[in-house]
């Protein structure tokens, strides 16, 4: 048996709050010798519906970070529990 399927229950997972705003940030490169714009969502997002499912992916997201620029920092999540504290799960 496999890890369980992530997309199987997607479609009962609803987003009930979302406040997100675009933030540009800028860095000098000095291997290229040019500033470079890094750009990405910041804020929340609450979902409701089955969440085991996305526990294990969702995990991993909070160790390694996701997307492009995680090496400057970019791309960190934390999962919440709906009281605000953080998941054991």
Known sequence: MGPPRVDC????VTV???AATWRDRERYSTRQ???MRLGGWQG?????????????????????HLGQGTA???GRIRVMAGNGCPTTD
Not at 9 to 12: C, D, E, V, Y
Not at 44 to 52: A, E, K
Request: hydrophobic content about 45%.
């Open 72 to 74: 400057f920092g970019l």
């Open 33 to 35: 010798h040019a500033r």
């Open 9 to 12: 229950g997607a479609a009962a």
């Open 44 to 64: 929340r997002v609450r979902f409701t519906g089955p969440w085991r499912p996305f526990s294990r992916p969702l995990r991993a997201g909070e160790l390694v």
């Open 16 to 18: 009930v709050d979302a």
